[in-house]
């Protein structure tokens, strides 16, 4: 723990940086604990988590296309069983 004079010293070093300043009491009152909002909203489509092997050609492939590669591969495979009847 820092001493008295530490302590006044790390203060003042924040109270002269404009980018840092400690909150006021009306900021530390309005804050809530994170366990308290609201996370990410649940899907319609729930999904499963499986491990699978693809060949390596495969996930460079979907890999190449960018942000969102696991969704577009969701998305052949949906085709897939759209267009292949059982």
Request: aromatic share 6%; charged share 25%; glycine share 4%.
């Amino acid at each position: 723990m820092p001493t008295e004079e530490e302590d006044a010293a790390i203060l003042a070093a924040a109270k002269s940086d404009p980018d840092a300043q400690p909150l006021t009491d009306e900021q530390l009152a309005s804050m809530v604990p994170l366990r308290n909002l609201p996370g990410r909203p649940k899907s319609q489509s729930r999904k499963l988590l499986v491990s699978i092997r693809y060949s390596p050609e495969v996930v460079a492939y979907f890999k190449s296309t960018g942000a969102g590669w696991q969704s577009r591969m969701d998305s052949v495979l949906r085709e897939y069983i759209e267009t292949h009847p059982r």
